[in-house]
């Protein structure tokens, strides 16, 4: 079977990850006054994922100290490109949008009161904007960056060496250690939302994170690696000048291609949701999500053919054949 025809056939035996991702928020952020359990990462685990904080880098751009094939057809090294973010500024703010539509109104009050008390300026207030809030967050707060992400290297699959066991703790989760996963961690501020004893502040930012790791955490790159930093060291031609690296194709690119208006992206995708989907998507946990993405990455992500280093004097790659298309499906 060619790789076109093995795609075609595992697309049309999953499920969207967009219309997934929203049902996993609303079941992770069970916020009520009583504070019962509530299914906000539900909500989320329904939509797409991304960040939107300031300016977002332009999904496809030509970087300027890029060293871009000549003429002659020879290409000369380039520099590393820098990490990307998860989900890209639409991809978060569809999630949290679709995530708040199947919020109870209780609820919703809830999560608006929590998220009020913040008085920084990272980001707008509302809760789409604080979906992006732990991006602009980690910029300056580098002992958070590896809660973003699981390094599963696609050679050996194995969650357990990308997510070790962290000694247990009393301390808040948002105190540390900075080599904890996204797994770990989504898992740790889950349960201080659940808690009576949790500070405000400490609620807070446990709200901020959950809102945005259920995003992160269905990234496939994300919950992948390929000895390559989730992607960010492989190149992609896009015709012409233009070069992404893979993990920021994933991030932003394809989803810009879809809608690039967040909340038109969030009600297309919204009404397409069914009862008997929600309640499907509403089950599983964290390590079960890490290897949907897994997988997702391994099947379709990597389908480039890239080679597992971060050699940097490699040329873009091609896309294979209806690519696209195929990026499209996996997200929306």
């Known amino acids: 079977m060619t790789v076109n025809r093995w795609i075609n056939a595992y697309m049309r035996s999953r499920r969207s ?42 999904a496809v751009a030509l970087r300027a100290d890029a060293k871009l094939p000549a003429v002659s057809g020879l290409y000369r ?41 913040d008085q920084d300026t990272l980001t707008a207030p509302d809760m789409a904007a604080r979906a992006t809030w732990a991006d602009a967050w980690r910029r300056d707060h580098k002992d958070t960056e590896n809660w973003h992400f699981a390094d599963i290297e696609l050679d050996d699959g194995d969650l357990a060496k990308a997510c070790p ?10 105190s540390g250690p900075a080599t904890e996963c996204i797994v770990t961690k989504l898992e740790q501020f889950t349960r201080e939302l659940t808690a009576p004893g949790t500070s405000p502040q400490e609620r807070l ?6 809102l945005h790791f259920v995003g992160d955490l269905h990234q496939p790159l994300h919950a992948s690696d390929n000895h390559d930093r989730g992607g960010n060291c492989v190149a992609l031609a896009l015709g012409g000048p233009r070069t992404v690296n893979l993990h920021g194709y994933w991030d932003t690119l394809v989803v810009g291609e879809i809608d690039p208006d967040a909340q ?11 009862q008997q989907e929600m309640a499907a998507w509403s089950s599983g946990t964290p390590e079960d999500w890490a290897r949907e993405s897994f997988g997702i990455a391994k099947q379709v992500v990597y389908t480039v053919q890239s080679q597992p280093s971060c050699d940097n004097t490699r040329a873009p790659i ?11 499906r996996v997200v929306a």
């Open 205 to 210: 930012l446990a709200l901020e994170f959950v």
């Open 318 to 328: 091609a896309l294979p054949i209806d690519y696209d298309g195929h990026a499209r």
């Open 77 to 117: 090294p380039r520099p590393f490109p820098a990490p990307a973010l998860a989900w890209g500024s639409e991809g978060h703010q569809v999630v949290a949008l679709i995530a708040r539509q199947y919020l109870k109104p209780e609820a919703r009050r809830r999560v608006d009161a929590i998220l009020a008390t």
């Open 264 to 274: 038109a992206l969030a009600k297309q995708l919204g009404k397409r949701i069914t």
């Open 17 to 58: 990850l967009a219309l997934t991702l929203p049902v996993a928020l609303i079941r992770h952020i069970p916020i009520l006054s009583a504070w019962p359990s509530i299914l906000l990462t539900e909500a989320l685990r329904r939509s797409i994922r991304r960040k939107a904080i300031g300016d977002p880098a332009p």
């Open 165 to 174: 066991d962290s000694p247990p703790s009393d301390a808040p989760a948002s």
